[in-house]
């Protein structure tokens, strides 16, 4: 069934409604609803039948604003619940399969003042929880602050109300394709805004009723607003689905699996792989067979657990009873299993029985990942499958085919060997079994399996009766004995990176790897990431033992800080964001077995890593269809466990070049403080931002460098989305300079760095209002219902408590966002259904306490986040010559030590977050005399609360 939901700003006019007889025509929905219609219910019946709708109810406009009405064609069948100028409510069946479900037609009062009584309303209609119900038409609201571009932010109250209606409720956003933003004012740039007020929103009986639905925000003419198309059957793709055999985790529940198991192993022959396959075969048999041999559902038994129930209760109906019930348990075990296995709520680490919740979760996913259309290479919308399928294919080919490289030389040159003999001899140490069953128990239980369909979980649960041989196979593999390329293959399957992904830049490429393999690249990557360290430059910071992400947010930070408020040099400095595109995929690996040589690395440990990385085909998994295979010429795997350390190796040409620059003066980068290191780059992964001086010679001696990286590499460096922020001293000529040299665009702030605020100002609670607005976005997905208590606690902890953790880590929270947290985290603990609020039995603060002492162990944000801050000062105490050591103390404290520090008068808020958990160290930290050379006498805490120097005697009465 097509449903039409449009905002028509008005009526009244004859071509507007020729145009929208016109649009009505070429779609063809089987309902309407139209939005001020500014038209009386007499005159709007009549223009109403003119479009082909004779059955349809219309509610007058008040004066120039409103008019709702409701249309729909003869051959549907619709219920009329209620209406008012508000909204129109009916029951609808569809043609298809007779199901009935509920429509609401909802109009959001324009005025901000009557939005509560629009909320309300909406409550009130929540009078049938249970039945499946969609609301859609124009709220005039946002969810969040980032549904907006242009104009004044959003009051983040009116975004809560409104979010705290659709919780109530039960209604989760459906999604949309199309245009993101669905009304829009202004035709200039300075005064352009655009909002996404027209939405759909369902519960979870209507998500569970319709799994191949679609909403569209179609293009408009006629109105400011733009119409939603709702299909509740979309087109399924008719290519044939692949099929191929997959491990179950449900399967683990029946006893005799085990016994089947052991029993196919060792009547298999031939290789591994082989073996694997042959069980695989012999598991999906057993299972069939299995079914048909029981022909027990859950409905026969809860009919014969009636029927025992009304028995007389003898010892053999007892006993019947019992194991009626545990079989029940049994089934619904299985059907949880099984759908947990695809919702991949990975945080779930306790389970809980609600297959509800996994089966909601799962359906919202397969939904979200559908491919409808695409754009093509010359601009054009696909959105036939063979279209889709071969587009697709075509980019992978030609993405995954090298076009070939520079002599790296240059690059090489830079470059200091630092691999000793006696890290090779440790790399390259004989292979155990132990370290192969390490690498199985770090996986994944349930994470997506590859091509053989065995995942992680088969291999933890049966290793005893497969461990010997699978792990001798993969230690062969290693050494040679067996060839890589029978595990190799690889599935791509597409992540849309956005709500409605359109074009193939806007998909994240996962390779699903085969597990087999996966446990050989995790034993090899266990080794490898003990090495780096020592051979990667200190900018870099993801991925490696012993550096975190905050190192490079704290460290850009200080220098943006300097940017903004002290003069950077005589002439200003720069700071390059750098956008590069697809950076796994267009590695090319003669570069990276160049660079692996050149650090030190034998010969023999390369050649192992270039079998993993070269010897591997590609299929491509779309919409449940399978692609040909394709062999690729370049590019690492997301998903294979080396990628990660392997890019490393790659970037480091880079900041090879950019070392080599500074120590031969031909590039200067930013010096936060008289005297303080010279600070040129700040990598982590492909997230790059690079500090020079601002002037034209230095931008033209960059982009050279940045070039030869590019053509060296293979990664693809777009400055055209590439950015540049200047440092405060920077004139105006020397900016325009440096843009034109670098041909970027010039932002007055850099808004973010990894995800958080580059800079802080004064207004702290708006700079992190983000993480309320995350916190929303989960707590909107998902109804207390679907979850038990203990479902609850391991949601609240795991993922909700989670979400803030990034920011806090080095940022401060003011006491609102933390009360504010903490209040959405009670609210939905204590809630037993979204419309109910729950009965508030004890306080945030009780929770807080540990579970020993009668409470819940939640975490109590404040605290925790004082406890993270406290975590960065530690570092900078135990590790005085990492990056962010020496530029914290080259800032603000070069002749003391941190914890002898004081904040100064002109800090960043990052120093004095950490400086604010300074107590907390001081209280945990103890300390030795030694030989007394750093010791203070006036200022070290000789007595438990004070210093010496503030220890005052009474005073001496006088004689």
Sequence with gaps: MKILSWNVRGLGQSRTVGRLRNFLRDVNPAVIFLIETKLQSAQMEKVRKSFGYQFGIDISSRG???????????????????????????????????????????????EVENRAASWNLLRQLNDLPDFPWMVMGDFNELLFASEKSGGRLRNSSQMDNFRNALEDCSLKDVGFRGPWYTWEWGRLTSNNIRERLDRGVANDPWWSLFSHFDLEHLPHTISDHCPLLLNTHAAISTRQQFEHFRFEAAWLVEESCEQEVSRLWNASAGSIPTRLRQVGEGLNSWFRTLRKEKRITVTDLKTRLKELSELHPSDEVLGEILDTKIALNLEADREELYWEQRARANWLNNGDRNTSFFHSFASQRRN????????????????????????????????????????????????DACVS???????????????????????????????????AVFYQRFWHIVGKEVAD????????????????????????KVDDPINMSQFRPISLCNVLYKIIAKVLANRFQHALPKCIDEAQCAFLLGRLISDNIIAGYEVLHCFKNRRMERRGSFALKLDMSK???????????????????????ISLISKCIC?????????????????PTRGLRQGDPLSPYLFLICSEGLSALLRGAISNGSLRGARIARGALLISHLLFANDSIIFREATAEGAAQLKDLLDMYSRCSGHCIKFSKSSVYFSSNVIDANENDVCRVLAVQMQTCLDKYLGLPSMVGRNKKRSLTFMAEKCSKSLSTWSPRLLSMGGKEVYIKAVLQALPLYA???????????????????KYWWQKKTDKKGIHWCSWSELCVLKEDDGMSFRDMGKFNIALLAKQGWRIIINPTSLVARILKAKYFPTVNFMHSRVGSNPSYILRSIWASKRTLELGLFWRVDAGRSVSIWNDYWLPDFPLRLVSSPAVPEL
């Design 421 to 455: 003999s006696e890290m090779n001899r440790s790399l390259l140490r004989t292979f155990s079994r132990d370290e192969v069953l390490v690498a199985v128990r770090s996986m994944g239980p349930l994470k997506a399996s590859g091509k053989d369909g065995i995942g």
């Design 64 to 110: 120039r604003s409103g008019g709702l009405s409701l249309a729909w064609k003869s051959s549907c069948k619709v219920t009329l619940r209620s209406f008012s100028v508000r909204h129109i409510d009916v029951i609808l069946e569809e043609d298809s399969d007779g199901c009935s479900w509920r429509f609401t037609g909802f109009y959001g009062a324009p």
């Design 368 to 415: 979200r990942n559908r491919i409808r259309k695409l754009r093509g290479a010359n601009d054009e919308i696909i959105d036939s499958d063979e279209g889709i399928f071969a587009a697709v294919v075509e980019y992978f080919k030609s993405l995954y085919m090298t076009k070939g490289v520079d002599d790296p030389s240059t690059i090489l040159d830079e470059i």
């Design 473 to 496: 196979y993969c230690i062969d593999v290693i050494n040679g004995l067996q060839d890589i390329s029978e595990i190799n293959s690889t599935h791509i399957v597409l992540v849309p």
């Design 615 to 631: 010897m591997v085909n590609y299929a491509v998994v779309i919409n449940g269809g399978i692609s040909e295979y394709f062999v």
């Design 808 to 826: 806090m880590s080095v940022f401060l929270l003011p006491k609102s966002p933390c009360q504010d947290l903490q209040a959405k985290f009670v």
């Design 583 to 605: 950076t796994y995929d267009m590695v090319e690996w003669p570069f990276i077995e160049a660079i692996m040589r050149k650090l030190g690395f034998a010969d023999q440990w």
